[in-house]
């Protein structure tokens, strides 16, 4: 049925909530929770590491938003930047054309990127870029005389964006399953899930992490080298609950990688811009890939702007001729995105960010640890200022939440419990039973501090409430 406008709810006398409940159709989000006169949490403010809701209750955001406010809330200088820029130049395509600020973050995200990653191209967000990087290599390997060369390889529960060809490369089944048949090609290997490793794996993470390679390579050898085109990861993988990358396993997934010809893409969606105390993860672990995708801290959550930071290599074949990436969208390289990105770049210079990550992640580390004498806590892992706590029923033999649990427990109780609490951050339940941090990358001692204390509270209940 069409909505007139007698169907709209007067904006006068209903509150913000209640409008979000009606007119506002909420990504990821079971719009039942709100029917029983639960409210939509309206958030208007925030300043530092601190959000507020319209009733004026502050909490913690320990999620930076969605892994994106790495610089925290309130930065004006970003702000005035995009506002000078939106007045100087507001829009202009980079089809053919450029602007000045475009140019300036391409040259200044090659310069940072690892290795001799140095070109750029402009995304709206993370699964975009992703999109680029699969449709990249397809056409690349066209151009480069391996035609048959498409499919990609990724990791069980990886998290990798929403348009057809990300979901595709994405690992989680449940959200898939409602968009099948999805793009076809998608091959799944395991995480670097330490924790719920193969038993005799379980004390040695070098082993681990050697073994986990191996399944790349298995998989690449049972598909035929010759139509495998890329393998893409997280550094650290976010879905299921932070999963660092073991002792030379990346080292050994570039070997893999190169023996077959096959392009690593490492997805740093999350990982960039600080998440784990460098620009890029990679750099940090050492190894770099053919592709970088990265979004989100990128302008510290000010602006939408994704990218593909892509090796000369690749773009080789682009150079000459009447070649082309017949790709790209209209906000590719947006000045005022650009504005916003070069803005937190230079924030992160003049004030350390990478430094203060590096040198509090030990600090941040060993607070979430002592949650580690909770009953429910299985595993407390990740790296910089990014962390999954998984939750149990049972710590001696690592048996997870039934579902009935998870439901009643992370959805029912824990989900809604810390942010009551003062905590923003997220219940996750795509893989195994998790709570998800990355909080701004500014924030020390006394907020982990804080956060341990919330966390310590609101686990303990959701125990007596197993
Ligand atoms: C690793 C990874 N890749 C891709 C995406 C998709 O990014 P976007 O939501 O900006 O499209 C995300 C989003 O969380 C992500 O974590």
């Known amino acids: 049925m069409t909505s007139t406008p007698q169907d709209v709810t007067d904006q006068s006398t209903d509150s913000l909530a209640e409008r979000a409940r009606d007119h506002l159709w909420m990504p990821f989000t079971r719009h039942s929770a709100y029917d029983n006169g639960t409210s939509v949490p309206v958030i208007v403010r925030g300043e530092g590491a601190y959000i507020w809701d319209e009733q004026g209750r502050r909490y913690l955001d320990g999620l930076s938003g969605l892994f994106t406010v790495q610089l925290g809330h309130g930065r004006s200088e970003i702000g ?33 990127a690892p290795g001799d990653l140095n070109r750029v191209f402009f995304t709206s967000g993370g699964g975009e870029a ?84 191996d399944r790349i390579a298995e998989a690449i050898e049972f598909e035929g080298a010759d139509t495998v085109a890329a393998v893409f990861l997280e550094p650290v993988q976010n879905s299921g609950g932070c999963f660092p990358p073991p002792p030379g396993y990346l080292e050994r997934v570039r070997e893999i990688c190169d023996e077959h010809d096959v392009l690593l893409v490492a997805d740093e ?3 960039a811009f ?13 190894v770099t890939p053919d592709i970088i995708t990265c979004a989100k801290g990128m302008t510290s959550g000010y602006a939408p702007m994704g ?26 390289g947006h000045p005022v995105g650009a504005a916003a990105a070069l803005a937190t770049l230079d924030i992160f210079d003049r004030e350390g960010t990478n430094e203060h990550v590096r040198q509090n992640e030990e600090i941040f580390k060993s607070t979430l640890a002592r949650l580690s004498d909770l009953p429910i806590v299985g595993d407390v892992r990740g790296a910089g200022y990014f962390y999954g706590i998984e939750l149990v029923q049972d710590k001696g033999t690592r048996e997870t939440l039934n579902d009935e649990q998870a439901e009643r427990v992370l959805r029912g109780y824990l989900s809604t419990a810390l942010f009551d609490e003062g905590l923003y951050c997220r219940a996750d339940d795509r893989g195994d039973p998790v709570i998800q941090l990355a909080p701004p990358l500014t924030i020390g001692p006394a907020e982990f501090d804080e956060m341990e204390q919330i966390l310590r509270t609101t686990l303990t209940q959701a125990w007596s409430l197993l």
């Open 80 to 112: 005035e930047a995009m506002a000078r820029q939106a007045s100087e130049l507001a829009y202009f395509p980079i089809w053919s054309y450029a602007h000045p600020r475009a140019i300036e973050l391409a040259e200044r995200l090659a310069a940072l």
């Open 130 to 213: 992703v999109e680029s990087a699969w449709k990249l290599a397809k056409q690349y390997f066209k151009l480069t005389g391996r035609p048959t060369k498409h499919k990609v390889i990724s990791r069980a529960v990886a998290y990798h964006g929403t348009p057809q060809g990300a979901l595709s490369i994405t690992g989680i089944p449940a959200a898939k399953e409602p968009f099948e048949p999805l793009v076809p090609s998608g091959i799944r290997v395991p995480n670097t899930n330490h924790y719920r490793a193969p038993e005799h794996l379980r004390d040695d993470e070098k082993a681990f992490g050697r073994w986990a390679a």
């Open 269 to 271: 969606t999350i990982t």
């Open 274 to 286: 600080g998440r784990i105390g460098d620009t890029f993860a990679m750099s940090r672990f050492g």
């Open 307 to 332: 990218a593909m930071i892509v090796s000369d290599r690749l773009f080789e074949p682009f150079r000459s001729g009447t070649a082309m990436f017949l790709h790209g969208f209209t906000w590719s």
